[in-house]
């Protein structure tokens, strides 16, 4: 059974289209984070959302925007695609606010061009 | 503000030699300490972690690292690597108080020769 899983694995768009990826863990945790791993795969927290509530927004272009309908789930939308948004999304789970340990997703690879 | 630095990009080993990735941190107190293992296409596994108490730790995999406050490190180890161990080696650091942020230092791509 998959603790954390995102969809879609993969995704190639063109530049300034609108994406969503979605994320959901099964593991009874109840912060969920977005990290982006860029192309040196330098590994950035985007987002973290504790029990639907956002706790960390770092400098983040608005184009994107978190969703947490409930605290299994936590989506990212991305409006205006640009070609520096091309990077790897990890979406993550704990139990907790002090981080004892992350479980990641596979990942997202995007692609716009 | 909290880093992580792993000074090397890349290492290479031969099969059955021993391992050493280094990790170095600066924060005000001491963090909460983490090393991860990404494969190739993959995500990131935990592969140990470093709370308090016992200095050394052993993780997944036959892995252990030691933390030195006075050094501020936090070494992976591995007595003999396999070729399967080939993959990118991520460090962490957490802090302890609200506000759960995990720092990952820039990665280690090890590479197993036969």
């Known amino acids: 059974d998959t603790a954390v899983s995102q969809t879609p694995k993969y995704l190639v768009t063109q530049m300034g289209n609108d994406k969503s990826i979605k994320c959901e863990q099964n593991?009874?945790?109840?912060?969920m984070y977005w990290y982006k791993q860029d192309s040196k795969k330098f590994l950035k927290i985007m987002f973290s959302y504790n029990n639907k509530e956002l706790i960390i927004n770092e400098t983040v272009p608005n184009r994107f925007s978190p969703k947490s309908p409930d605290k299994a789930h936590l989506n990212l939308h991305i409006n205006s695609l640009e070609l520096g948004d091309s990077a790897v999304y990890f979406c993550?789970?704990?139990?907790?606010?002090?981080?004892?340990?992350?479980?990641f997703g596979s990942g997202t690879r995007l692609t716009v061009v | 503000a909290q880093s992580v630095t792993q000074p090397d990009i890349h290492i290479t080993v031969s099969e059955g030699a021993s391992l050493e990735l280094r990790c170095n941190y600066s924060?005000?107190?001491?963090?909460?300490l983490f090393w991860y293992v990404q494969s190739p296409g993959q995500g990131l596994q935990l592969l140990l972690k470093y709370f308090s108490g016992d200095t050394l730790v052993q993780g997944i995999k036959g892995f252990e690292a030691e933390f030195k406050r006075s050094q501020s490190s936090f070494n992976l180890r591995k007595p003999s690597v396999h070729w399967s161990d080939a993959a990118e080696y991520f460090c962490a650091v957490g802090p302890m108080e609200y506000g759960n942020k995990l720092v990952f230092g820039a990665g280690t791509i090890l590479r197993v020769k036969s």
């Open positions: 993550a789970s704990s139990q907790g606010q002090r981080s004892r340990g992350y479980t």
């Open positions: 924060y005000g107190a001491t963090p909460y």
């Open positions: 593991l009874g945790h109840d912060t």
